[in-house]
């Protein structure tokens, strides 16, 4: 026994701190080995229950010396969690290997719910997770002066701080930030500044008027969200920030040649561009330009992308609860007087018919972002005679050509705000 415990102490001081561990899992099958090797040694008609005490006694052992290294572990991943947020980054790895080497699965094992108080205690008697941030905010705010204020200067400065300005200013350039456009990503970005800015980012007028302007009348109720920013977030909706593209591929085969020895085979590439607008306008564009090329033409409603269609769209939700944008686009009447012309430059007639395309959409999510793809349920072009009146109907059959449609935010059509919201 002398022996074991030398050469335990003498491989401690060899090889250090960090093979705690396999020093640990040694000592602990050789108590177990010890224990088996004496109730081996034990007559036959010994009863069973000493067996039963030895394992047991073993059993408690290893357990309490698992849930030692699982502490000196969680000690040490803590502590080089701690390093790393104070930006030492090469001790916290040391700290992350050291408990990595006792216990590898730690980071596993730790709750991260309920996070150290840096300051060593909870303000205000409150326990873990904050539930309430807005109400938590507004009353660190307000319990440093009597009144209300939305952010102070770090540092004393000569120039006017944007603390000085009257809450309905601050509350107005908001509104700028968002703009007609809905950038509500710029709002909670913002809403990262400080935590005056977080409450001013939560006002409910702002949020209201969004929805209004995303749905419009069909928004009066706030039943069944708490809130009108939950309704902007949960609420299914096409999204402003970006376009919708659906790509089409096929293999098409060729005229024979005239020998008659081949036939050439043809791969054929196109694109569709949804882009919508808060104000129920949408465009619609097909060309074979790859989309680097296209989405920044997309950015204003008043491109002069050739061949493009404008038009309305509409939201409509089913019993089903299933969300559809019905869409009715039709090419600008300037451009086919226009195309006219070209043939007829005296007198320019007008057209005879008018041709404009419906399209239904079934919005559904896919993947980690919300209201991102769009799935072909109707299509049909639909030709009215000037002379009669009368229109005539062609649905197309939707096969394979037909692929959805995922949205691309575009960071350049949010970057300007022409009107506050």
């Not at 005056?196 to 419009?216: H, K, N, Q, T, V």
């Not at 050439?264 to 989309?291: C, S």
């Not at 009715?328 to 018919?353: D, H, L, M, W, Y």
Request: hydrophobic share 35%; charged share 25%; with cysteine.
């Amino acid at each position: 026994m002398q022996k074991c415990y030398i050469i335990l102490a003498a491989i401690h001081l060899h090889i250090g701190e960090e093979s705690e561990r396999s020093v640990l899992e040694f000592f602990v099958e050789l108590n177990v080995f010890r224990a088996q090797w004496m109730s081996e040694l034990k007559p036959n008609s010994a009863s069973n229950g000493g067996n039963r005490g030895l394992s047991s006694r073993a059993a408690d052992l290893k357990r309490k010396q698992e849930l030692a290294r699982e502490e000196k572990a969680r000690e040490l991943f803590l502590k080089a969690v701690e390093e790393e947020e104070n930006g030492a980054v090469y001790e916290a790895i040391k700290y992350y290997r050291r408990a990595m080497q006792i216990v590898p699965d730690i980071e596993f094992k730790i709750n991260y719910s309920r996070s150290p108080d840096p300051d060593g205690g909870n303000e205000n008697g409150m326990d873990g997770e904050i539930e309430d941030l807005l109400a938590y905010f507004h009353q660190q705010l307000t319990l440093q002066d009597n009144s209300l204020k939305i952010c102070v200067p770090e540092v004393d400065m000569a120039q006017m701080h944007i603390s000085a300005l009257p809450p309905e200013v601050l509350m107005y350039i908001f509104r700028w930030v968002v703009s007609r456009d809905l950038d509500l990503r710029a709002l909670e970005q913002l809403s990262l500044v400080c935590r005056g800015f977080y409450i001013c980012a939560r006002d409910p007028e702002i949020w209201r008027s969004a929805c209004l302007r995303a749905w419009g009348r069909s928004c009066t109720k706030l039943v069944p969200f708490n809130s009108w920013r939950e309704m902007f977030l949960e609420r299914p909706r096409v999204r402003f920030d970006g376009v919708y593209i659906s790509k089409t591929a096929y293999i098409r085969q060729g005229e024979e040649s005239l020998d008659g020895f081949y036939r050439a085979w043809h791969q054929v590439e196109y694109y569709r561009y949804l882009r919508f607008f808060p104000d129920g306008q949408v465009m619609m564009l097909t060309t074979p330009e790859d989309p680097l090329v296209t989405v920044p033409r997309l950015r204003s409603r008043n491109t002069r992308v050739e061949s493009i269609m404008c038009g309305h769209y509409r939201l409509s939700q089913d019993t089903d609860n299933q969300t559809k944008v019905f869409v009715v686009v039709s090419k600008r009447k300037e451009e086919v007087i226009t195309r006219i012309s070209r043939f007829c430059r005296r007198n320019p007639a007008v057209p005879e018919t008018e041709h404009s395309f419906h399209v239904g959409l079934q919005l559904s999510s896919g993947g980690r972002q919300s209201f991102n793809k769009l799935n072909w349920i109707h299509h049909s072009c639909h030709i009215t005679y000037r002379s009669t009146g009368e229109t005539v109907v062609t649905a197309f059959d939707l096969d394979q050509m037909y692929a959805s449609f995922y949205f691309a935010r575009v960071k350049s059509y949010t970057a300007f705000s022409e009107r506050p919201l």
